[in-house]
């Protein structure tokens, strides 16, 4: 009789395969863990925790910029040392705030008469895509012929509203469009740029009055 044929082993792996096998799985762990973390952008502070750091003055307020004003000039914030620095953050399109207060400053404005010229003020756009130098042009000769409209990218906007602690969100409307929640201080600096303080939303002219003036003086004496 003729022996039946035997099945072929099975080959079994060698241990250079095995080996192989745990090399490459060691390889990709040691890739995963040597990839950097994706980091994650900082969550925007609250407008509670912006207005904590201006009224107890925690940390420095105000900086350098680089924009253009409504006339198309560039203009940073070397362009206004030498007179008291009035800044006030806001958009064209708010509908209550942002022109009252801005009706505050210029009428500040003019009951300094020709003491006006030591002052400056400028109105910072929020909404840079929307508020072009021309529409800012447009927008401001309603309140006072000395106000500077600035404008300018997206991402500069953001650096100097960072800078003066100013908290804005976009957000939607009572009537379903867009809008932007800010905060809304009168931020008053001197003639070195430095921040003095500010005023808060609603401030009339003749409350302003009471802290430039003084303000003036003293430097007109020397005495800052």
């Known amino acids: 009789m003729r022996s039946a044929a035997r099945p072929a082993p099975r080959p079994r792996p060698t241990p250079q395969r095995g080996a192989g096998t745990a090399a490459l799985a060691a390889c990709a762990l040691g890739l995963l863990l040597a990839a950097p973390a994706r980091t994650e952008e900082a969550p925007r502070r609250s407008a509670a925790e912006l207005m ?20 198309g000039r560039p203009r940073t914030e070397a362009d206004f040392r030498g007179k008291l620095l009035i800044v006030y953050f806001g958009f064209t399109a708010c509908p209550d705030i942002c022109p009252t207060d801005l009706m505050e400053i210029a009428r500040a404005l003019t009951l300094l008469g020709a003491e006006a010229e030591r002052v400056q003020a400028v109105f910072v756009t929020l909404d840079p895509d929307h508020d072009t130098p021309a529409h800012l042009a447009a927008y401001l000769q309603s309140f ?16 100097m509203a960072d800078a003066y602690k100013v908290y804005f969100a976009k957000a939607e409307g009572a009537d379903g469009n867009g809008t932007i929640e800010h905060s809304a201080f009168v931020y008053l600096m001197d003639r070195s740029g430095a921040y003095l303080g500010f005023f808060p939303p609603g401030t009339s002219a003749e409350r302003m009055l009471t802290i430039i003036r003084p303000q003036m003086a003293a430097e007109r004496s020397g005495t800052r």
Do not use: Y
């Open 52 to 71: 904590d750091v201006l009224m107890w003055n925690r940390e420095p307020v105000g900086g350098p910029f680089a924009l253009v004003d409504h006339a």
């Open 144 to 159: 006072h012929p000395a106000l500077i409209g600035l404008t300018g990218s997206p991402d500069a906007i953001r650096r």
